[in-house]
């Protein structure tokens, strides 16, 4: 069965410093894998996927996530946390063999001045 | 490029009424999707159409719950009768092609209340 799990359901994280909000996947198949950030009282905004190619993969707002086959898992990070960067977010997953996304339950960030 | 709209963006109505949403997807994106997304919980797919036609209702409560995309741009998403466990936001989204490696763009979001 396809699944995502966000195995922390908040992250705190001084800003300034780096940080990092896991992933991990279960699909049959090549993974394409998503992360969304959802801040409050506002739809879901794409920031970077992995399709195939570089493991480190760059997005929107100095985000970028490592891609880790063995560890099947797609972390969310970046080198310098700012506060506006608190927000909710998502990690989501298609297999190559079917076209439903499924999304994690979520993780909630937290960067204080 | 205007994004995905949705209306209304909050309804508060009562257990056994009914319920429409309504959405417009961004200009030219032939692939549409309803969520459901729970409080504490991540999105759900719904049902997922491709111009006008169902791609995936497999999780869509066929009893209560019905969608529809007439030529294959807006979309309305119903509910008759409401039970108090459908209390969620309902996201619409789109994308440029029903294909694995691209992104969806999510509007707003209505926020369903029932009582």
């Known amino acids: 069965a396809q699944s995502v799990a966000q195995p922390e359901d908040q992250v705190n994280v001084a800003e300034g410093n780096p940080l990092t909000v896991k992933c991990t996947y279960s699909v049959s198949g090549n993974p394409y894998l998503f992360w969304y950030v959802q801040y409050p009282n506002r739809g879901l905004q794409f920031l970077l996927k992995?399709?195939?190619?570089?493991?480190l993969v760059k997005g929107s707002y100095g985000f970028e996530a490592e891609f880790n086959k063995s560890q099947t898992s797609f972390h969310l990070k970046k080198p310098s946390a700012l506060v506006s960067d608190s927000a909710l977010y998502f990690c989501a997953v298609r297999g190559d063999n079917f076209n439903k996304f499924y999304f994690g339950s979520g993780t909630k960030l937290n960067v204080k001045p | 490029e205007a994004g995905v709209a949705q209306s209304p963006r909050y309804k508060i109505i009562e257990k056994r009424q009914s319920v429409a949403f309504w959405c417009n997807p961004i200009?030219?994106?032939?692939?549409l999707y309803w969520y459901q997304q729970i409080l504490g919980q991540g999105p759900k797919l719904l049902i997922q159409f491709q111009n006008n036609g169902v791609v995936d209702d497999s999780q869509l409560p066929k009893d209560r719950f019905s969608a529809e995309r007439l030529k294959g741009v807006d979309s309305t998403l119903k509910i008759q009768p409401a039970k108090l466990e459908d209390s969620a936001v309902y996201l619409c989204?789109?994308?440029?092609?029903?294909?694995?490696?691209?992104?969806?763009?999510f509007g707003p979001g209505t926020r369903l209340t029932v009582t």
């Open positions: 200009s030219g994106h032939a692939t």
């Open positions: 989204a789109s994308s440029l092609y029903d294909y694995r490696a691209y992104e969806q763009y």
């Open positions: 992995y399709i195939t190619g570089d493991n």
